[in-house]
């Protein structure tokens, strides 16, 4: 076989293998990967990459359907299906599958094998290189697959018995929530963080803002830190499937609660917006 593909016990050549669609890796990036180069059917450093598969998959709470001596055994057999013992050997495991939930699925990960020929270079050649800045975390304003923080904070609310998980930054800038943006009420002017990279700029965010000036509400996008969200009058959590949410706990303890006349004139806004726009029309 020149290239091969496996999921799950299924194998076969790689441009042929199909990939169930509620697999997590499809919703969330929900998922660890190894890999390493093969020569003459042997793979190089293969403990090594295994060792660090399995402490990755142990960060993220991740379920292995294998141990680490079958999934040797798996990768060294399947090797010898090749038709060059020179290849690169990649394997992954995702949370398992599942509708689409930010919360972990239950039950055992979904393994992943592709094997396709490759060359380890002698060295000799130069090669050339850039610079860039590392901002490989710095990106929340992009609405990537890679969800992984959200998804560990996600799990760590429902583990809570809550319903959504607060970000801050060091020195305490409130950011976001896993997969909402919130807000507060303070003083009857709404402060809302602003849309720099440090924060996804929702479309129910945009909504409320437009709502704050169909209302004659005042609002200031600046940041607020965690001492301003437990001193807010109102905690406001909006997104695209909870249009406007308020919160009343906060890490146990309660918040909010004392403008709550402002909150549903906001509330009642976006629902009648929402409404409205929604009728059924043939």
């Not at 406001?236 to 006349?261: E, F, Q, Y």
């Amino acid at each position: 076989m020149e290239r091969l593909g496996y999921y799950n016990g299924t194998f076969g050549p790689l441009e042929e293998m199909m990939i169930p669609m509620n697999d997590r890796a499809s919703w969330f990036g929900d998922g660890v990967y190894d890999a390493g180069p093969c020569r003459n059917y042997h793979i190089f450093a293969l403990d090594e990459h295994i060792d660090r598969f399995f402490r990755s998959a142990a960060a993220l709470e991740i379920i292995m359907p294998v141990s680490k001596e079958e999934l040797k055994q798996l990768l060294m057999n399947l090797v010898l299906k090749m038709d060059t013992g020179n290849l690169f050997v990649y394997y992954q495991v995702t949370r398992g599958s599942g509708i689409r939930k930010h919360a972990f699925t239950k039950g055992m990960g979904n393994l992943w094998i592709t094997l396709t020929p490759a060359e380890i270079s002698d060295g000799l050649k130069p090669i050339q290189l850039i610079t860039t800045e590392d901002t490989r975390f710095l990106h929340c304003n992009i609405k990537t697959l890679n969800l992984i923080p959200s998804v560990m904070a996600a799990q760590k609310a429902e583990a809570s018995g809550c319903d959504e998980a607060v970000f801050f930054r060091p020195g305490g800038r409130v950011t976001e929530c896993a997969h909402s943006n919130i807000h507060i009420l303070k003083n009857g002017t709404l402060y809302t963080a602003p849309t720099d990279n440090l924060i996804l700029p929702g479309i129910a965010r945009a909504h409320l803002l437009r709502a704050c000036s169909a209302l004659d509400i005042p609002f200031r996008e600046e940041a607020f830190s965690l001492a301003d969200l437990f001193g807010a009058d109102e905690i406001i959590v909006t997104s695209s499937s909870n249009l406007c949410l308020h919160a009343d706990r906060i890490d146990g303890t309660t918040v909010g609660g004392k403008d709550k006349d402002l909150y549903n004139r906001l509330r009642k806004y976006l629902l009648d917006e929402f409404y409205r726009e929604t009728e059924y029309s043939a």
